[in-house]
Each structure stands twice: as structure tokens, then as C-alpha cells.
């Protein structure tokens, strides 16, 4: 068969194993060395490849930050961070309508910041904060939906462990990328309080009261909250100003939240273990995500479909953002079967070359964090839209005397806010770029 009509059909393949519960790594490595051994016409060579192909996946000393901010995360929750920042919010917002939701969607922007993982931050923060909005007479769908979206800030603001996979595979700079994504990151959490305000004000029955807190008590709640402001600060402000490298920053965001867990008495014997393991069963499935990715990419760049369908389509004749726009669309329809991490590693390098061959008016290495970063917003979307969104069933488990029709109906207004928010990144690529060029 001819290398570029097996690597169209392998596409169809791979997503019906999906579909038939095969793990997405496992699909994706069994599809690429398949696809490798027909390009081949024979054994030897891919027995040759597969030899090497672990050792150079996974001797990039980048992916060494994984299992850093996942344990990072680990702690973070040790540590009670999240019931600090969701306080901390509500203290200075609960009293306002709508203002305990508000105070989820900070919260969760808070817990992003140090943790990195999407699902992780829902979770955390779905344990902190439901009963909370539950307590204060929220309605079921604006709680839970409030909370899906606001888990979604958790790959969004830096650190990000999909924007570091994303980074690796477009090499580019992973402080810059950090950078890139922090202007997006607070417009997603502050578009997602103005969804909240609205939807309150439309429909008041939504959402309860409660009391103001004495102000001695929020600034106590406040003063909670400083170890998390500046391990933030000396994370990404050291990563970004090039006091150490990303790994170091890992590292020291790791140790830090640890001591801090452990100064706030979250530690104990089993707790430390069960972080440890828990961070090293996130770091295998993510490495098991991305060695099937990359067997199934030297399938593709074999089947030199990427160089193929660049080139197609750049005799095509369409504007650059007619190009971009519908590959937007397509991240944002997969986005409702698959999970974020798959979708970056399967698409980026068939989709990264296109767009590196549009004229936006921007820099390679512009376009290439400017791209990123809206991927990143669209696969998101993903995250929170029905039917499959991993967020909601996070949400879901921890309420399940909610319907999830009614959780559906809750997320809506902010995947309206998300799709907005694409368009006007879209249309102003300099909000992105804002602090590269500050």
C-alpha cells in the first residue's frame, strides 16, 4: 500500500481502538509500529528502531519536569493549599451574588498555578469547594459546572505540563511558553466570573447569600495564602528571568510545597507514599501517551504525510486564518472524545508544519508560542464539553445526586466564554505575545 494512503487510513484505525477502550499510548504504539513495519516492507528495520526508540523518547532531559510538577501537585494538596486559596476567595467574595462561584473559579486559578494538571485541580478543588457552594444554596448545575470549567485553568496557567509536551515537540523555549500562556490563563478565569455574574443576574434563583466575614478574619484567610503567592513567583519568575532552568524550577516548586506540606502537618507515612505513588502512576501513563506518540510520528514522518498535506494545503490557496480556523475547529471536535495530552502529541506534528508555513505577520518563534497557547485554550474546551468531557465526570463522581444533564446544562455559558475568548486571541495574537515583548 501506497506510505501516504496507510498513514490516512492508520488515523480511522487508531481511533476505533480508542473507542474500543484500548489505552490511548498502547493504540497509538501498536498503530505506529504496524504502520513502521508496512513502510518498511520488512522486520528488520523496525526491530532496528524499536531498540532505540524508548532510550531517545525518554532520555530528553525536558520530560524529567513531568514527574516534578506532578509531585509538585501531590504536595500542594498535602499542604492544604487548596482550602486556603477557595478561603481565602470566598472570604473577600462569598458575600457577593454569585460570589462563593467566583471564589471556586480563583481558587482553582490559584491551585493552576502550582499544580499543572487539569483533572487534578477539578478534583482537588471539587473536594474543597462543592460542599461549600452546595452549603450557600447554589443550584447543581451552576456548582458543578462552575467547577468543571474552573478545573480546566489547571493546564492553562503556568506551570502546564501539556504546554511543557508541547514546547518539546515544537522545540521551543518552555519559560516563554509559560510566559505566553499567563495573559490567556487570567482572562480564562475572569471571563468565567463574568459568565458566573451574568447567569446570577438571569437567573437569581441560581445562586444563595452569605454573610459578610469580618475583616480581621479575611485578612487572616488572606495571610493563609502567601506561601502559595510566592512559591508561584519564585517558580515562574525564576524560570522566566533564567535564574535556573525549567527542571530546577520544577524541583524547587517540588521541595518547597513538600516543606511546606510538611510545616502545615500534612505528611504522614502513608501520605508521602501515596503521593509517590500516585505522581509515578501519573508520570507512566503520560511516558506510556508519549512513546506511542512517538512511534506513531515516525510512522507519519515515514509516510511523509505531514510534508504532503503542508504542501497541499499551501497550494490550496487559503488565507492563513482560514487554515487556522479550521484546524481550531477540528482540536475542538476531537477534543470531545479525547484527552488533551493524546490529542497535542498525535496532532502537533502533522499540524505544527502547516501553520509554520503561514504568513501571520509574526516571527517563526511568535507564531509557534502563539499557536501553542491556542491549541492549548481549544483542547481545553474539550475538557468541558459534552458528552465526554473529562472534567464533568470528575465533577460528577463527587455529586452524584446531580444529574449530568444537568451539569451539561450548567457548562454551557462557559464554553461560550472559552469560544470567545479563542476568537479574540485569534483575531489579537499581541495579547499573547504581550509579555514576550514587554
Known amino acids: 500500500m501506497d506510505p501516504l494512503w496507510l498513514a490516512t487510513a492508520s488515523f480511522p484505525v487508531m481511533l476505533l481502538l480508542i473507542f474500543l477502550r484500548v489505552p490511548i499510548g498502547l493504540a497509538m504504539l501498536a498503530v505506529g509500529l504496524v504502520g513502521s513495519w508496512q513502510v518498511y516492507g520488512s522486520a528488520a528495520p523496525l526491530l532496528n528502531q524499536m531498540k532505540t526508540l524508548a532510550y531517545s523518547t525518554f532520555s530528553t532531559h525536558s520530560l524529567s519536569i513531568v514527574p516534578l510538577f506532578l509531585l509538585m501537585g501531590q504536595f500542594a494538596a498535602l499542604g492544604g493549599m487548596s482550602r486556603a486559596l477557595f478561603k481565602a476567595a470566598e472570604a ?62 489547571g493546564i492553562l496557567i503556568p506551570p502546564s505540563i501539556v504546554l511543557v509536551i508541547y514546547a518539546i515537540l515544537a522545540e521551543q523555549n518552555i519559560a516563554k511558553m509559560f510566559a505566553a500562556a499567563f495573559v490567556p490563563g487570567i482572562l480564562a478565569a475572569l471571563g468565567y466570573m463574568a459568565v458566573i455574574a451574568i447567569v446570577v443576574r438571569l437567573k437569581p434563583g441560581l445562586a444563595g447569600t452569605m454573610s459578610p466575614m469580618p475583616w480581621p478574619e479575611r485578612i487572616e484567610a488572606l495571610a493563609a495564602v502567601w506561601p502559595v503567592m510566592l512559591i508561584f513567583v519564585v517558580v515562574i519568575g525564576g524560570i522566566y528571568t533564567g535564574i535556573f532552568t525549567p527542571t530546577e524550577g520544577a524541583a524547587v516548586g517540588a521541595v518547597s ?73 477540528f482540536y475542538l471536535v476531537f477534543g470531545c472524545v479525547m484527552d488533551s495530552l493524546s490529542m497535542i502529541l498525535l496532532t502537533i506534528p502533522i499540524f505544527f508544519p502547516m501553520v509554520s508555513g503561514l504568513d501571520f505577520g509574526l516571527s517563526p518563534e511568535h507564531t509557534a508560542i502563539w499557536f501553542g497557547v491556542l491549541v492549548l485554550i481549544v483542547v481545553e474546551v474539550g475538557l468541558i464539553t459534552p458528552p465526554v468531557g473529562m472534567n464533568l465526570f470528575v465533577i460528577q463522581s463527587m455529586a452524584p445526586d446531580i444529574a449530568i444533564g444537568e451539569t451539561y446544562r450548567g457548562v454551557w455559558p462557559f464554553v461560550a466564554s472559552d469560544l470567545l475568548r479563542v476568537v479574540v486571541l485569534v483575531l489579537f495574537p499581541a495579547i499573547t505575545l504581550f509579555v514576550l515583548r514587554w
Open 92 to 153: 473577600f467574595m462569598g458575600h457577593r451574588k454569585g460570589g462563593v462561584a467566583m471564589a471556586a473559579i480563583g481558587a482553582c486559578a490559584g491551585f493552576g498555578s502550582i499544580c499543572g494538571s487539569s483533572l487534578a485541580t477539578a478534583a482537588t478543588m471539587g473536594q474543597v469547594a462543592l460542599p461549600e457552594l452546595r452549603r450557600a444554596g447554589y443550584a447543581g448545575s451552576l456548582a458543578t459546572g462552575a467547577l468543571a470549567a474552573g478545573g480546566t485553568l
Open 257 to 329: 510545597t513538600g516543606l511546606l506540606a510538611w510545616w502545615r502537618g500534612g505528611f504522614s507515612r502513608d501520605r508521602l507514599l501515596g503521593s509517590f505513588e500516585a505522581t509515578a502512576s501519573g508520570t507512566g501513563m503520560v511516558f506510556l501517551i508519549v512513546l506511542g506518540a512517538a512511534a506513531y510520528n515516525s510512522f507519519l514522518a515515514l509516510s511523509q504525510l505531514p510534508q504532503e498535506l503542508a504542501a497541499w494545503v499551501g497550494m490550496q490557496g487559503l488565507s492563513p486564518y482560514a487554515v487556522l480556523s479550521a484546524i481550531l475547529v
